[in-house]
């Protein structure tokens, strides 16, 4: 997700932040195991999981030319197995595209040249929205690939599922969850994993402290990588320019010896040379003066 982090009074931001806000849960989730284990074991109802690596804002490169994905949490169990948890806030209308997206781009990182396709690990993409993106009334919804027919599960092992925090019932684990991660006041949170975590950040000085340094350090990366990408642009613009300069040059290289020639009428040499009739008309008054 796109960061909306500007210099200013981090106390005061932080007062009104929640685990639900980006930047707030970029840095209190980043290397942090035990409250993504939490996470991710009550969204998807298991009690086994061991979660390994934690990683936030994690950028999966593509080839040049071609979209990159920043993952909001990026996270591996003991089993090798995927996960990305994307905090959503503001409605996106391509959401479903972009979790398809994301998913493709993990797949294609994980598997390595000359490696069997079975050994391809279980993906989850986890999209947490602050309202119910998918419009049916769910507080939980698991996407999975199936037979049209019998809706068996195609079984590929990849799967995307949508959290409406809002509509969570406080009354379930799930519900308790996502109240925590909306929550601004940590001394009113269920977990405590989370409300140590949030209290640290949001109450201690070291915590503010870190806190500061981290939104510091976010700010001065976006501006970094703005720059990248305006220089980057600037280079492709400039080879295609390039590229489209010397083929026209060479086009009416060619054009002029053809006239130069003489043996073929202008009209053939528009069309081998690939100008325009107009243009070779214009280079031959040219070289005629």
């Known amino acids: 997700m796109q960061r909306r982090f500007s ?31 939490l996470m991710l074991g009550i969204i998807l109802g298991r009690d086994d999981l061991s979660v390994v690596s934690v990683k936030t804002q994690k950028e999966i490169r593509n080839m040049p030319d071609l979209h990159s994905v920043c993952l909001d949490i990026a996270a591996t169990d003991r089993d090798g197995n995927l996960y990305d948890i994307e905090i959503q806030r503001a409605h996106d209308p391509a959401e479903r595209m ?10 294609v990182r994980s598997l390595g040249e000359g490696m069997d396709y ?16 998918i ?9 999975e690939r199936m037979d049209s027919e019998t809706c068996e599960p195609y079984g590929d092992g990849s799967h995307i599922i949508h959290v409406s925090a809002s509509l969570a019932d406080e009354g379930t684990d799930l ?25 640290y950040f949001k109450c201690t000085e070291e915590g503010k402290k870190d806190m500061s340094e981290a ?53 053939k040499v528009a069309k081998f040379s690939g100008l325009s009739l107009d243009e070779v008309e214009k280079l031959k008054r040219s070289i005629d003066i």
């Open 215 to 267: 939104f510091r350090k976010m700010y001065e990366s976006d501006i970094e990588e703005a720059m990248k990408e305006g220089i980057r642009k600037g280079i492709r613009k400039g080879i295609k320019e390039g590229i489209r300069k010397g083929s026209d040059e060479r086009a009416e290289d060619n054009a002029r010896c053809m006239i130069m020639d003489g043996s073929l009428p202008l009209s």
């Open 118 to 133: 079975g050994r391809l690990p279980q993906s989850y993409v986890i999209f947490i929205d602050e309202h119910d993106a």
């Open 7 to 37: 210099i200013g009074n981090t106390a005061g931001m932080l007062r009104d932040m929640c685990l639900m806000d980006n930047e707030f849960f970029s840095v209190s989730f980043d290397g942090d195991r035990a409250n993504t284990q």
């Open 135 to 143: 419009g049916r009334g769910r507080a939980l919804y698991r996407m």
């Open 98 to 107: 972009r979790a398809r997206f994301y998913s493709a781009m993990m797949d």
């Open 175 to 199: 519900g308790k969850l996502m109240h925590d991660l909306r929550c601004t006041d940590p001394e009113k949170m269920y977990y405590t994993g989370l409300r140590e975590r949030t209290s």
